[in-house]
């Protein structure tokens, strides 16, 4: 039996009756709603080059390298997803508590959040590693860098939290030849270890980039550059938590993609995804595929104009798209938002940033997809004064469709496309359309990043015959 769909008048809906045939899905994303929900003005940050994150309060938090109200040093600050009740939970200082964030923040299973400085700390220009609460109180420094080969110096990416408890991060430097380490340290700061020292030559020099724990345990990461010889556009590798089992999974090349700024991504398939800011066939980076054994490197995608320069690493939407941003292409030299599947197709810019003031310049980070199912990320310049914001990207008014109905143990469960990322949907049912008042409320659910919902209707086996309807707020 087919079904009907009907809109009826004075409502964003749709109606199908139980036994109905599929229509084709949705696109990737489709088009977008683009809004400017910070800019920000110096005293409040400037130049956020780190990615967003989403608290476990719902909260968005993040950190700029400059600005703030201590001589520019940076700050650290959280907002709403509508841009409402920003607030700076922290400006660095120059001295002993470190400056120059130049990473974002984790929030740890403990509840607490945990990033680096570039610079400052007790030895210097050296950097940190810090922790405060979510509210901006009780700041810590848990690490002060010496600068040496025992420790490094200037971390330039965020930490990762293991499945072990410890947090993993990567310096840019580690004595006065060594350019980068991998280290490992406990959540109070009581136990350091460095857990191998990048040689340049062979194996790579200068990550930028955050670590992965692949789905193995083991610790994935790339690195910008190389001193000299085989390394110099770049590599992939692999390190055991303990610091054992080092292996350089690729050497990078031009043609095939050359300087990974951004780190890896481990897909739902198991295979690692990730970028170059610069080489391959277009010249202006690549979007990679690499097994974690390091067999099969191959680039999917090869960016020239409309989007070019990848800095932050990727992220996979519910649909299991690749989403990202480059630095500069699109229009003129703005960037981008972009997607794409994870063979390479489908190709998508969901936003080119114009560089005006309600709009932003050159994201470096990579985006972050929320709860709400909305894209939130930041550009370091741009805005009012051009010192960098913080954006949201939503899909554009619904147009709900009906994919399908399946019956369950527990009921009919169905399925819907179209809806605005985020946004809370309820869902109705009656039996009888000439009843007046007839509906009755089953259930509601939020459209992920695709636009996509399920809501089962446990109440069906007592109907032979049901209608439904979805709609919001």
Not at 353 to 373: H, K, R, V, W
């Amino acid at each position: 039996m087919g079904c009907s769909l009907q809109h009826l008048r004075g409502w964003k809906s749709i109606v199908f009756t139980a036994c109905f045939t599929a229509v084709a899905t949705t696109a990737l994303f489709g088009q977008t709603n683009f809004n400017l929900l910070k800019s920000f003005d110096g005293p409040s940050g400037s130049q956020p080059y780190s990615k967003l994150i989403e608290g476990s309060d719902g909260l968005l938090y993040g950190t700029t390298f400059q600005g703030g109200t201590n001589a520019s040093r940076g700050a650290l600050f959280r907002m709403r997803k509508d841009g409402a009740n920003f607030e700076v939970l922290r400006n660095f200082a120059s001295g002993a508590l470190g400056n120059r964030p130049a990473a974002g923040l984790i929030e740890a299973t403990d509840g607490w959040l945990y990033g680096t400085t570039a610079s400052g700390g007790t030895n210097g220009l050296t950097g940190t590693v810090f922790k405060l609460r979510k509210d901006g109180g009780d700041y810590a420094v848990i690490w002060h860098f010496t600068g040496t080969a025992l420790d490094g110096r200037q971390p330039q990416t965020a930490l990762i939290e293991g499945r072990d408890g410890f947090l993993y991060g990567t310096t840019f430097g580690a004595g006065t030849s060594v350019p980068g380490n991998v280290f490992k340290i406990s959540k109070d700061g009581a136990s350091f270890s460095a857990l191998h020292y990048f040689q340049g030559t062979g194996d790579g020099s200068l990550p930028w980039s955050a670590l992965l724990e692949g789905s193995d345990g083991v610790l994935y990461g790339t690195t910008y550059s190389g001193t000299t010889g085989s390394s110099i556009f770049g590599t992939i590798f692999k390190v055991n938590k303990d610091g054992s089992g080092y292996t350089v999974l690729r050497r990078c090349d031009f043609a095939s993609g050359a300087y990974p700024y951004g780190g890896l991504i481990e897909g739902g398939d198991g295979a690692l995804y990730g970028t170059t800011s610069a080489g391959g066939t277009g010249g202006g980076g690549t979007v990679f595929r690499i097994e974690r054994s390091g067999a099969g490197y191959a680039p999917i995608f090869h960016f020239s104009t409309d989007g070019k320069e990848p800095r932050g690493t990727l992220v996979e939407g519910s649909n299991g798209a690749l989403y990202g941003a480059t630095f500069s292409g699109g229009s003129g030299t703005n960037g981008t938002v972009f997607s794409l599947d994870k063979l390479g197709g489908n190709y998508t810019v969901l936003h080119r940033f114009a560089g005006a003031t309600n709009d932003g310049t050159s994201p470096s980070a990579g985006i972050l997809i929320a709860s709400d199912g909305a894209v939130y990320g930041t550009t370091v310049f741009g805005g009012a004064l051009d010192l960098g914001t913080v954006f949201r990207l939503s899909s554009s008014q619904p147009n709900l469709t009906a994919l399908g109905i399946h019956q369950t143990s527990n009921g009919m469960l169905l399925s819907l496309s179209g809806g605005i990322p985020g946004e809370m949907y309820r869902i109705q049912a009656r039996t009888n359309l000439n009843i007046p008042n007839g509906w009755s409320v089953i259930g509601s659910n939020s459209a992920a990043l695709d636009g996509t919902l399920t809501v089962l209707d446990s109440g069906s086996s007592n109907h032979p015959v049901r209608i439904y309807r979805s709609f919001f707020p």
